[in-house]
């Protein structure tokens, strides 16, 4: 069974210019998660969709947006890059939401380990 | 909001030797989890905890749910060099809900 896969693996930029990261989940799971992890430290929440709608947005300005696609795949999007979105992007996803469905148990990508110059 | 927070932050330790670390919280959790990241890839689920007090086994690492709901405990016995990476802990208060991770503890074994 193919694991969560996120592309492109790196992805350079320079400020003010606009990136877009892709995920697909593991087949059969509904939620998509999106985080944020700076420097190898910890993970900070952006967005979470599931079914197609988004359920929950981390901290983060507007300029970090995403979507989820009828076949269950996210994009995210950051507009006007700055040089502090430099970091790696996580994509996870989990089965479908509700009670005991065991989305507690994500499944993370390899990440897109974006640089902004 | 919740805040999870692990400690230690960093631990270097040499090979062979037992490891814990842990987390805790103001608040209660009903489910407490554990991830490992290794370096360059997306964190993996290690152990989940789903009662108070549980303690639960994955080979050589053993967690354990708090009593009081607000705290987890991991530790590695033997450490072996493929045991570094970061560690995270992450609660989940009602099933469907989203998860909340700790700050992670970046784990460093000399052979």
């Known amino acids: 069974e193919a694991g969560v896969t996120q592309s492109p693996t790196h992805l350079i930029k320079t400020r003010g210019q606009q990136a877009t990261l892709r995920c697909s989940p593991i087949s059969g799971h509904t939620s998509v998660y999106w985080y944020q992890q700076a420097l190898g430290l910890g993970l900070q929440f952006l967005l979470w969709?599931?079914?197609?709608?988004?359920?929950n947005r981390g901290n983060f300005p507007p300029r970090f947006s995403g979507r989820q696609f009828p076949n269950y795949s996210s994009e995210l999007n950051v507009n006007a890059l700055e040089l502090e979105d430099s970091a790696l992007y996580l994509c996870?996803?989990?089965?479908?939401?509700?009670?005991?469905?065991?989305?507690?148990?994500?499944?993370f990508g390899s990440g897109t380990q974006l640089s902004v110059l | 909001g919740q805040q999870l927070n692990q400690s230690p932050q960093s631990m270097f330790i040499q090979e062979g030797e037992d490891v814990s670390m842990n987390c805790t919280s103001s608040?209660?959790?009903?489910?407490w989890l554990w991830y490992k990241q290794d370096p360059g890839e997306g964190p993996v689920l290690l152990i989940a905890l789903y009662k108070a007090g549980e303690l639960t086994s994955n080979g050589r690492l053993t967690a354990q749910f708090g009593i009081t709901r607000k705290d987890s405990f991991l530790n590695i016995s033997a450490s072996i060099p493929s045991d570094v990476g970061i560690y995270f802990c992450?609660?989940?208060?009602?099933?469907?809900?989203?998860?909340?991770f700790g700050g992670g503890t970046r784990l460093m074994v000399k052979p």
């Open positions: 996870a996803s989990s089965p479908r939401r509700g009670r005991g469905t065991g989305n507690e148990k994500l499944f």
């Open positions: 969709y599931d079914e197609g709608e988004e359920r």
């Open positions: 608040s209660i959790f009903n489910t």
């Open positions: 992450a609660g989940q208060l009602f099933a469907g809900n989203m998860l909340t």
